[in-house]
């Protein structure tokens, strides 16, 4: 039976004679012949649908056909005749208006079926292949993006389109006699505005870029006023882009930190998902204290939380006959926080699924403007039961070599960015963590071996204390040669309570791996799985034993040795990037006084 198609750019009904089968095929996507470009018309077939654009679906096409790539051309200067289709000759016809369509109540059936979602065709996937672009010249395209330069000459113009794929841009080559090019006459293609170009993939005649886009067709979707867009093109400060963050990620610098971000992400979800982990949401609300610092952000309804009126007198937050908070009017009935950590959480699914992981926003009011820190981060916690604190280091150790070696492979040009603007030799720093041994020492010997070092610290080592930044990136920087540390044992006076104590009675199972410029990357410890030892330890430190008491249950029901980590996603992210400031590796930074966006 034949098979009815709609030509996208003719209003005639290509009849399939042959045995045809059909595959997605997206607007955006490019034609696989090179001649193409020459030819009057082009029609793109959609898998499950004849065709779906600017015309919308015409005819359902069973999708038991198979394809490959497909194009047609048909000259709408003739009423009949023969139209090309990849080596299948299709018969044309003109449409008779709905005296043709014997079947219009079938039509109706498929008229408001949506169309097979397809992946679009980005600047990377034209840039990105391994003659970086010049496998894909004489294809035509269509390219959408944000205009970053546009230089006008005589007969033609440049104009520089980015749409955040890569950090390189594809220049595109517009005659005057192009459909589109009033637009650049007219001034209005500047730095900042959206536009749609469609055109042929050619080889370029410059020496910065391989390839360019010969443009047919320049579309002006979105204008900018280039007199007051704020990213220009010229160095601005990172402290004058966290105040416009709705338009930084637009620059160079932090279009690479947010593709280097996802591709970090997604390869801790498969790490772990290879390794048999369970992902586990754990809750953002909570009434404990993970951490048992008391930095937490309260979440309360007692206060009117109108945005309209954000006046609130003191008389209408309920209290008690003693003057305070009648905690038993809020919402939850009594004090709830915002989260530190999903630790706790995830605890509960280990002993149940044995190994899981959270990876979720975690939050801390710690009033502090220092480059290191944020009121709002994210965390990854994973949770091993049967395990102790060799199996720790073990989990640690081959997940921050699986994420780093993930981004050198899958994210060279940005790599090849940092390595060039932010971090000279970023990519031989990385590349030793992925190479290199793992060194491993008690912090009794690392206090002693830093009271040796002939360097003279702001703040002195002695057996006690919590080893800060300094400290930590001596060891790895220069007493281990750039090895990544991991020191184990700290005293229990300076861990959390649920942190498992060792057998001399000072120090707990705890750990730190410590990299290469920035110090403590990830912290964990095997927890305390001793009932007894456990309740002592939470009446040393003053902490409410009734909100623990899930917790403590979790002891009293099939208790399990069993350890994990908590890794600062965007401190991971300073670390692959050479960013800095940890408030420029995450979106939108939220810090004291800060909360824009």
Known sequence: ????????????????????????????????????????????????????????????????????????????????????????????????????????????????????????????????????????????????????????????????????????????????????YNEVEAGRVTTGASVSIEGVLVESQGSKQKVELQASKLLLIGGSDAATFPVQKKRLSREYLRSIAHLRPRTNTFGAVARVRNALAFATHQFFKEKGFVWVASPIITASDCEGAGEQFCVTTLIPNSHEDPSTPLSKIPSTKDGLLDWSQDFFGRPAFLTVSGQLNAEIYATALCDVYTFGPTFRAENSNTSRHLAEFWMIEPELAFADLRDDMACATAYLQYVIKYILENCKE??????????????????????????????????????????????????????????????????????????????????????????????????????????????????????????????????????????????????????????????????????????DVIPFPRTPGSADF
């Open 1 to 180: 039976m034949a098979t009815t198609l709609l030509c996208a750019r003719s209003s005639s009904l290509l009849v399939c004679n042959s045995s045809v089968s059909l595959r997605s095929f997206a607007p955006s996507l490019s034609f696989p012949s090179p001649h193409l470009h020459n030819q009057p018309h082009y029609c793109h077939f959609l898998s499950s649908f004849a065709f779906s654009g600017a015309l919308g679906v015409r005819r359902f096409c069973p999708p038991s056909r198979s394809v490959s790539s497909w194009w047609c051309r048909a000259d709408p200067s003739t009423t009949a005749g023969v139209v090309e289709a990849e080596g299948v000759l299709v018969e044309e016809k003109k449409e008779d208006d709905e005296e043709n369509d014997d079947d219009d109540d079938d039509d109706d059936s498929f008229r408001g079926s949506v169309p097979a979602f397809q992946k679009r065709l980005r600047i990377a996937d034209i840039k990105g292949g391994p003659q970086g672009g010049l496998e894909r010249v004489g294809e035509y395209m269509l390219v959408r993006g944000w205009v970053r330069t546009c230089r006008s000459q005589k007969t033609f113009a440049f104009i520089e389109v980015n749409d955040g794929s890569a950090v390189s841009n594809l220049q595109a080559v517009v005659n005057t006699n192009v459909e589109g």
């Open 414 to 583: 940005d790599m090849e960015f940092f390595d060039q603007w932010i971090e000279k030799g970023i990519i031989t720093r990385l590349t030793n963590v992925v190479e290199k041994e793992f060194m491993h020492i008690t912090y009794t010997s690392a206090v002693a071996l830093l009271q040796k070092a002939k360097k003279t610290f702001e703040f002195p080592v002695e057996w006690g204390c919590d080893l800060q930044s300094e400290h930590e990136r001596y060891l790895t920087e220069e007493a281990f040669s750039g090895n990544p540390v991991i020191v184990t044992d700290y005293p229990k006076e300076i861990k959390a309570f649920y942190m498992r104590e060792n057998a001399d009675g000072k120090t707990v199972a705890a750990m730190d791996l410590l990299v290469p410029r920035v110090g403590e990357l990830i912290g964990g410890s095997q927890r305390e799985e001793r009932l007894d030892v456990l309740e002592r330890r939470i009446e040393e430190l003053g902490l409410n034993k009734e909100s623990y008491w899930w917790y403590l249950d979790l002891r009293r029901y099939g208790s399990v040795p069993h350890a994990g980590f908590g890794l600062g996603f965007e401190r991971l992210v300073q670390f692959a990037t050479g960013i800095e400031n940890i408030r």
